[in-house]
């Protein structure tokens, strides 16, 4: 090849990968627990503290794993999105409370109803360094063995549940 | 009104700017002298036009008009006028019409300053800057209207972020953009002699004055920026290897194997086909750096806010601009012919050498900037490259450099011979590596990057010494100060130039050798020290602002029990944006400087507290300008102001040196 | 006893300048979180380093790193801890695997290759650039016009 061409090649090669990198989000974390076993946790229940949050116990069912928080907006967005989900029941949903106050996550439930079948409290913050949280919310789905399968960044949206965690959970009932 | 006159302005300039990029093009290539005549008034109405537009915008903010969305989204009535004029360039919008407007600037310089030109040359050079602004032009017509009204009007802006408040903000972005933007003329002189077909050495010496006023600025530009973060942010870094920092100094380094590669095809008539790409290059990543930083591609701390349709415009305008240029060049550069043959160890091969490195040195800041975004592409995971790995890569290879840096100047040109370079050199590496060696167990500490660095240093400035000293025996005149004038200031030039990276790469060695910090909590009339220094805390008192509330604290520093100075660092709460500050007090001195730093407020008046010793660090500035008052003095060179005056092209008086060499 | 308790007031006042404290408990192991943080990046203020950041994550973080040095666990330990759950994301050092070779040897063979190129370029050319030699009588010519120049000026 002509040795003049070499920079005009490789110009176009970076420029390739300009472009694809405009489709892309550099701030998001893909999450390197994806295909390993959820973290175990032992946390608390919001509502009966007595009680205890574990996913040793939701082993061989397929279920959501919802970090939120009552100062969170982007949580009051995704709300509705779960509250249907819940109701359509085709997935338990439980939620960690991330680093929140006890009153006011009990308030904000009860003021725009509660989607999650139990909640677990996160006082520290521990609970979600274990799971890779860098931000509220965030969604795991988890499988009947306990291994986590998808991570959802951010809010949920209608067409992410439809086109993404419902086929996986239809999927992964059917293992 | 006044802000859609601006608007009509910008239209205005682009038509201009299809004229001015189009026909004098086309009249060169034809022969057409009135379409080639057509370039200089053009590119001084374009100037007019860009002006006024910018005036517009500027009286928009100085008349806190919040009916003008740009001008709502980073002023506010409260913020001071200085920095309301500097907010023009605080967001997208505003710092691409400064881009447009400086590249303006420099057409006009180009008007001025090319009567000696060949017309088809400068009608190029001219009809290229063109082509550049219409893309820029677009782009503000069609995504980015620094004009754009907001109806209803807001009754209040958003402010400027607290971050730009500063006096830094006034004048760091204009001489980065002069530098950056100032590349365009080295790159427009590059197509016009691809287009015209001639890259005889006289391209490469009207190309030397413009590239090296431009890196000038680039200099300090960079240097600004770094000092700004350093005494803003409140850490006392100075350099991150921030995507958009590295974005202004690729085309630093790009510039500088430029500016040593016109040197040699200036002096020489050698490698024209590689200075030409270089000057491609050096603009090029300029392109590129603009389109980084406004993309939303990679995260950086100074990115613009950022929305995928203008990235696509800036990869379409980079792909155009770059594309087509690399294109010409592949096309027309085989057909230039070749330079003087010269040996491998000569200053020719020395100085290609220089340009080697620092080419690979730009090409790695590249590759580690980018290659997040190549493996996310890839889907291939997702990394972080900071500064551990540019310290690890950068420094390997800049030492070869530098250590060239001495033995280059000092080499024959065409075939240098080593016997007769060693024994010329041979004091000074003695001294230099012993003084390496022997300091930093003076000074308290020895590492082997400590003694790298003054290892460098040292050479560079002995082996600039024994340059000087060479010179001033060939010159004649009867005192030494008679002599020192009469070596000419291109040289200086150079001396100055390099012994301004010494300085340079003593401030960071020392740094980062010796510096020293304390995190403590404080209460009222608690000392702390550092080395020979003692901090003493006397609370802090409420102070308001203009636009914020403080807290300022007071230290009362004193050095082996007589006071110094004192010291007012502050946390400062902008409630605008809700954005809390701080402002670290510094005292600057030649040897160090200190730095205090307000941390968080803690129970009953006490304050956790951060103080640093910074010995030597105001150096790495200081050699920067130096760097560019070194550039500054190469420009001064008699044949340029000369060939100013008589508007004559700039020949080289020949030195007595090279009449008797002849001999 | 109100003497003793006078001077002990007097000099417990704030007119002793004391010392100040440092800000952490233990200064060793602060300065080895530092060491450790300085080279994290935070993931929240993704343009700063978790040693630097004071975004609450930051934190956090920086309180399971303190804790996880208290016992006693070594640096690569409290990277592969961090690497497990954010992902390499979080080393701003990109750590030396398949996918980053060529981040990590790309420099050095741009190098290599440049210098390789210039080396092929300058003995290719000393071959086809023929040397015109400069005569005795066209030295001579020369040095006539200088001596003419110099007369001028």
């Given at each position: 090849m002509n040795r003049f061409l070499l920079p005009l090649s490789i110009f176009v090669?970076?420029?390739?990968?300009?472009?694809?990198?405009?489709?892309?989000?550099?701030?998001?974390?893909?999450?390197p627990l994806v295909g390993k076993a959820a973290p175990e946790f032992s946390q608390p229940q919001l509502h009966e503290q007595e009680k205890i949050l574990?996913?040793?116990?939701?082993?061989?069912?397929?279920?959501?794993?919802?970090?939120?928080?009552?100062?969170?907006?982007?949580?009051?967005?995704?709300?509705?999105?779960?509250?249907?989900?819940?109701?359509?029941?085709?997935?338990?949903?439980?939620?960690?409370?991330?680093?929140?106050?006890?009153?006011?996550?009990?308030?904000?439930?009860?003021?725009?109803?509660?989607?999650?079948?139990?909640?677990?409290?996160?006082?520290?913050?521990?609970?979600?360094?274990?799971?890779?949280?860098?931000?509220?919310?965030?969604?795991?789905?988890?499988?009947?063995?306990?291994?986590?399968?998808?991570?959802?960044?951010?809010?949920?949206?209608?067409?992410?549940?439809?086109?993404?965690?419902?086929?996986?959970?239809?999927?992964l009932e059917s293992q | 009104m006044i802000p859609e006159i601006g608007h009509f302005a910008l239209i205005l300039a682009l038509c201009v700017a299809l004229v001015q990029g189009i026909l004098p093009i086309y009249g060169a290539a034809v022969g057409n002298s009135a379409l080639m005549s057509v370039a200089k008034p053009a590119a001084r109405t374009q100037f007019l036009l860009v002006l006024t537009a910018f005036g517009c915008l500027a009286y928009a903010f100085a008349d806190k008009d919040f009916s003008v969305l740009y001008v709502a989204a980073t002023s506010n009535s409260q913020l001071p006028l200085h920095y309301r004029l500097a907010a023009i360039w605080g967001a997208h919008e505003g710092s691409l019409l400064l881009w447009t407007f400086i590249l303006t600037i420099w057409m006009f310089a180009v008007t001025l300053f090319s009567t000696h030109l060949p017309d088809a040359m400068r009608s190029r050079i001219l009809g290229v800057m063109g082509l550049v602004s219409v893309g820029f032009l677009l782009f503000m017509l069609s995504v980015s209207n620094p004009f754009e009204r907001l109806i209803p009007a807001a009754p209040e802006g958003r402010d400027l972020n607290p971050l730009l408040q500063d006096p830094g903000m006034v004048i760091h972005p204009p001489m980065l953009y002069?530098?950056?933007?100032?590349?365009?003329?080295?790159?427009?002189?590059?197509?016009?002699?691809?287009?015209?077909?001639?890259?005889?050495?006289?391209?490469?010496?009207?190309?030397?004055?413009?590239?090296?006023?431009?890196?000038?600025?680039?200099?300090?530009?960079?240097?600004?920026?770094?000092?700004?973060?350093?005494?803003?942010?409140?850490?006392?870094?100075?350099?991150?290897?921030?995507?958009?920092?590295?974005?202004?100094?690729?085309?630093?380094?790009?510039?500088?194997?430029?500016?040593?590669?016109?040197?040699?095809?200036?002096?020489?008539?050698?490698?024209?086909?590689?200075?030409?790409?270089?000057?491609?290059?050096?603009?090029?990543?300029?392109?590129?750096?603009?389109?980084?930083?406004?993309?939303?591609?990679?995260?950086?701390?100074?990115?613009?806010?950022?929305?995928?349709?203008?990235?696509?415009?800036?990869?379409?305008?980079?792909?155009?601009?770059?594309?087509?240029?690399?294109?010409?060049?592949?096309?027309?550069a085989p057909k230039v012919g070749l330079g003087g043959s010269f040996a491998m160890l000569s200053r020719e091969g020395m100085l290609l050498a220089n340009n080697v490195l620092l080419v690979a040195a730009m090409g790695s800041v590249l590759l580690g900037t980018l290659y997040p975004l190549f493996l996310d592409a890839l889907d291939l995971g997702k990394i972080s490259v900071g500064p551990p790995y540019f310290d690890s890569v950068f420094v390997p290879l800049m030492v070869p450099a530098l250590f060239l840096m001495g033995i280059g100047p000092l080499a024959q040109w065409k075939k240098a011979s080593v016997p007769d370079l060693a024994k010329r050199l041979k004091w000074a590496f003695g001294v230099s590596l012993v003084s390496a060696l022997t300091l930093p167990i003076v000074l308290g500490s020895w590492t082997p990057l400590l003694s790298l660095g003054l290892l460098l240093a040292i050479w560079i400035v002995t082996t600039s010494a024994i340059g000087l000293r060479e010179r001033l025996a060939h010159v004649n005149g009867n005192s030494l100060v008679e002599r020192l004038a009469s070596v000419p200031r291109s040289y200086w030039g150079m001396l100055v130039a390099h012994c301004g990276i010494a300085v340079f790469i003593v401030g960071v060695t020392m740094v980062k050798g010796f510096e020293t910090e304390k995190d403590v909590r404080m209460n009222v009339g608690e000392t702390a020290s550092i080395g020979d220094y003692t901090f003493r805390f006397d609370g802090t008192q409420d102070v308001v602002g203009p636009n914020y509330t403080a807290a300022r604290g007071t230290f009362h520093v004193s050095q082996d029990g007589r006071e110094t100075t004192v010291l007012y660092p502050e946390k400062r709460r902008y409630p605008v944006q809700n954005q809390v500050m701080t402002e670290a007090a510094i005292d600057p001195g030649l040897l160090r400087d200190l730095y205090v730093s307000l941390g968080e407020p803690i129970d009953d008046g006490a304050w956790s507290v951060r103080l640093y010793h910074k010995p030597f660090i105001?150096?790495?500035?200081?050699?920067?300008?130096?760097?560019?008052?070194?550039?500054?003095?190469?420009?001064?060179?008699?044949?340029?102001?000369?060939?100013?005056?008589?508007?004559?092209?700039?020949?080289?008086?020949?030195?007595?040196?090279?009449?008797?060499?002849?001999? | 006893m109100k003497w003793v308790m006078l001077i002990i007031l007097c000099l417990s006042g704030?007119?002793?300048?004391?010392?100040?404290?440092?800000?952490?408990?233990?200064?060793?192991?602060?300065?080895?979180?530092?060491?450790?943080?300085?080279?994290?990046?935070?993931?929240?203020?993704?343009?700063?380093?978790?040693?630097?950041?004071?975004?609450?994550?930051?934190?956090?973080?920086?309180?399971e790193v303190r804790e996880m040095i208290a016992k006693n666990m070594s640096d690569q330990e409290i990277i592969e801890f961090l690497v497990a759950r954010y992902g390499d994301f979080v080393l701003y050092r990109p750590p030396l695997k398949a996918t980053t070779t060529v981040l990590w040897v790309g420099p050095f063979v741009l190098m290599a290759i440049g210098a390789t190129a210039l080396v092929i370029t300058l003995r290719r050319r000393s071959r086809t650039v023929v040397e015109v030699s400069v005569t005795d009588e066209e030295h001579r010519r020369v040095e006539q016009l200088l001596a003419e120049g110099e007369k001028r000026s």
């Open positions: 090669v970076v420029v390739g990968f300009l472009g694809i990198g405009l489709t892309l989000n550099p701030r998001e974390i893909p999450s574990s996913p040793a116990d939701l082993k061989g069912k397929v279920w959501l794993l919802n970090f939120w928080a009552s100062w969170c907006n982007g949580c009051k967005t995704e709300h509705p999105v779960l509250m249907d989900l819940a109701k359509s029941g085709q997935v338990p949903i439980y939620g960690m409370d991330y680093k929140d106050q006890r009153e006011e996550a009990l308030t904000w439930l009860q003021r725009g109803g509660n989607p999650y079948s139990l909640v677990g409290v996160d006082e520290t913050g521990r609970v979600g360094i274990n799971y890779g949280v860098y931000g509220v919310p965030e969604t795991y789905v988890i499988d009947k063995q306990g291994v986590i399968r998808y991570k959802q960044i951010g809010p949920l949206y209608p067409d992410t549940v439809e086109k993404k965690i419902l086929p996986l959970v239809k999927q | 002069m530098g950056y933007v100032g590349f365009s003329v080295a790159f427009a002189f590059a197509l016009a002699a691809l287009l015209g077909g001639n890259l005889d050495a006289a391209w490469a010496r009207w190309s030397r004055p413009w590239t090296t006023v431009a890196w000038c600025f680039l200099t300090v530009g960079i240097a600004m920026g770094s000092g700004w973060a350093y005494y803003e942010l409140g850490w006392g870094g100075w350099w991150f290897w921030d995507p958009v920092e590295n974005a202004s100094f690729m085309p630093w380094l790009a510039g500088t194997a430029l500016v040593h590669s016109l040197a040699v095809t200036d002096k020489r008539g050698g490698f024209k086909v590689w200075t030409v790409l270089l000057a491609i290059m050096a603009f090029s990543l300029s392109l590129l750096g603009t389109f980084l930083v406004r993309s939303g591609v990679l995260t950086s701390v100074h990115a613009f806010a950022t929305d995928p349709k203008r990235g696509l415009f800036i990869l379409a305008f980079l792909a155009i601009v770059i594309g087509g240029s690399l294109a010409l060049y592949a096309w027309r105001d150096w790495i500035w200081g050699g920067c300008f130096i760097m560019a008052l070194g550039g500054a003095l190469a420009i001064s060179d008699r044949r340029y102001r000369l060939a100013w005056r008589k508007q004559e092209p700039a020949v080289p008086v020949p030195t007595r040196a090279a009449r008797r060499k002849v001999a | 704030p007119a002793w300048a004391g010392e100040a404290r440092p800000l952490a408990d233990d200064p060793a192991a602060e300065a080895r979180l530092k060491h450790l943080a300085v080279e994290l990046r935070c993931l929240v203020c993704q343009n700063q380093t978790l040693a630097d950041s004071n975004a609450p994550l930051a934190e956090d973080l920086r309180r």
